[in-house]
């Protein structure tokens, strides 16, 4: 069965410095795979998403992230924090067990410290 | 903008008493859920609808019903709420359920409380 692990419930990064947020995803087909992000008190809001295009995928507020099949990784990344980033941050898998759903990892909440 | 609406984003409630919870949206998506979620946790599935086929997961409490009306409005029914029942509840819409139509798109969420 398809299913995503977040290492680390909370990453802390200063303004400015580089954000890794990991993914790993176990899956027997094709993933497709999601990052989406929650400010507090909102709904969740779609970064990015992979669906086998391309291997770097480009999503809003300057995250991207990386499709590695060797390494099983899907691990968001953004070049320099900002204050705003400050949110929890989700992956997602697609299965196909039964029908399709899409299931969330636990999620990492980023904190940024000025 | 297209968009899903929630209402109410607060919502407060007595043990036991019926509360009904909305969702709406101008995206006109085939697909729409209702997650349930506590602090720090991810959203939990609890049903979702493809037109007006009900998809209830298995783990569900009979507790939580839901009504899709027609394709714009979708309605989540907590029968008796507990206090456990006090969370964030979430409705996302999707094109489809299959890969490439089920980007999910999320209202800002009904936080309930249960007194």
């Known amino acids: 069965a398809q299913s995503v692990t977040q290492l680390g419930s909370h990453v802390s990064v200063s303004e400015g410095a580089l954000v890794l947020l990991r993914c790993n995803y176990s899956?027997?087909?094709?993933?497709?795979l999601f990052w989406y992000v929650q400010y507090p008190n909102q709904g969740l809001q779609l970064l990015l998403k992979?669906?086998?295009?391309?291997?770097l995928v480009k999503g809003i507020n300057g995250f991207e992230a990386e499709f590695k099949k060797s390494e099983t990784s899907f691990h968001l990344t953004k070049p320099s924090a900002h204050m705003s980033d400050a949110a929890e941050y989700f992956c997602?898998?697609?299965?196909?067990?039964?029908?399709?759903?899409?299931?969330f990892g636990a999620g990492t909440r980023l904190f940024v410290k000025a | 903008d297209a968009m899903v609406i929630q209402n109410p984003r607060y919502q407060v409630t007595q043990f036991g008493k019926p509360v009904t919870l909305s969702c709406s949206q101008t995206?006109?998506?085939?697909?729409m859920y209702w997650y349930q979620q506590k602090s720090s946790q991810a959203p939990k599935l609890l049903f979702h609808?493809?037109?007006?086929?009900?998809?209830n997961e298995a783990d569900t409490p009979d507790n939580f019903q839901s009504r899709r009306p027609n394709t714009s409005f979708c309605f989540l029914d907590i029968r008796s709420p507990g206090l456990g029942d006090a969370a964030m509840y979430l409705c996302?819409?999707?094109?489809?359920?299959?890969?490439?139509?089920?980007?999910?798109?999320f209202g800002p969420g009904t936080r309930l409380t249960v007194l």
């Open positions: 996302a819409t999707s094109l489809g359920l299959s890969p490439g139509y089920n980007e999910q798109f």
């Open positions: 899956s027997s087909v094709p993933p497709y």
């Open positions: 992979y669906t086998s295009a391309a291997t």
């Open positions: 997602a898998v697609t299965t196909n067990t039964g029908g399709f759903k899409t299931i």
């Open positions: 995206l006109n998506h085939n697909v």
């Open positions: 609808y493809y037109d007006k086929d009900f998809n």
